[in-house]
């Protein structure tokens, strides 16, 4: 059964950093494409970065510049370093599995629990 599992979320100022972690087992991660996607209060889940099996990467125009997706397939985790975080980073952070490289929640077949990221003003 296949299962993700993100942690690293958490409270930090503006300006600060958090590194976020997905953990990925019961199904071959390594053949996947891995998403982060957020989901701010009241508002659509948005897609926030995407890295395929190759280590192709994209990301969303608000957080190029600032975040970097990442992964490790020897232990089937991906990455999301998020840096000179702002307010509007605020949302629950999840991780996906699919088979296409894109931002759109659409596509993608196993999802993460969530993780909470504050940044405060």
């Known amino acids: 059964q296949a299962q993700l599992v993100e942690s690293g979320g958490g409270s930090v100022q503006a300006g600060g950093s958090l590194t976020l972690s997905c953990a990925a087992s019961?199904?071959?991660?390594?053949?996947?494409?891995m998403g982060w996607f957020r989901q701010a209060t009241g508002k659509e889940r948005e897609g926030v970065a995407a890295?395929?099996?190759?280590?192709?990467?994209i990301r969303a125009d608000s957080v190029k510049g600032r975040f970097t997706i990442f992964r490790d397939n020897a232990n089937n985790t991906s990455y999301l370093r998020m840096n000179s975080l702002k307010p509007e980073d605020t949302g629950m952070y999840y991780c996906?599995?699919?088979?296409?490289?894109?931002?759109?929640?659409?596509?993608?077949?196993?999802w993460g629990q969530g993780t909470q990221v504050t940044v405060s003003s």
């Open positions: 996906a599995a699919g088979t296409i490289l894109w931002l759109l929640p659409s596509g993608y077949n196993y």
């Open positions: 019961g199904y071959t991660a390594s053949s996947y494409s």
């Open positions: 890295i395929n099996s190759r280590g192709v990467t």
